[in-house]
């Protein structure tokens, strides 16, 4: 399986970051319908729509983050 490079690990993890979340939220989101039996469908398409939205944000966002962090802890 060819491997992505490392310069494009920011992007990796940010998809990987993004899906995870928006699936999880969408999962707790969509907990009430498993009385319907239509969990599954509620979930896939919730978590879709949020992934699609949530990803942008996150690669964005994530550098600033990083640099947010540096300044406000320290090295021991």
Same mark, same amino acid.
């Given at each position: ?7 494009? $690990?920011?992007? +990796?993890?940010?998809? /990987? ?7 999880? &939220?969408? %999962? ?17 398409? $919730?978590?879709? +729509?949020?992934?699609? /939205? ?7 966002? &994530?550098? %600033? ?12």
């Amino acid at each position: 399986m060819p491997k992505i490079p490392r310069r494009y $690990s920011h992007f +990796v993890f940010g998809v /990987i970051q993004s899906g995870l979340t928006s699936a999880i &939220a969408a %999962a707790v989101a969509s907990a009430p319908f498993f009385k319907e039996g239509t969990f599954f469908v509620h979930w896939l398409r $919730s978590a879709l +729509v949020a992934w699609f /939205i949530m990803l942008p944000v996150v690669l964005f966002a &994530a550098p %600033a983050i990083r640099r947010l962090t540096a300044l406000l802890t320290s090295d021991d």
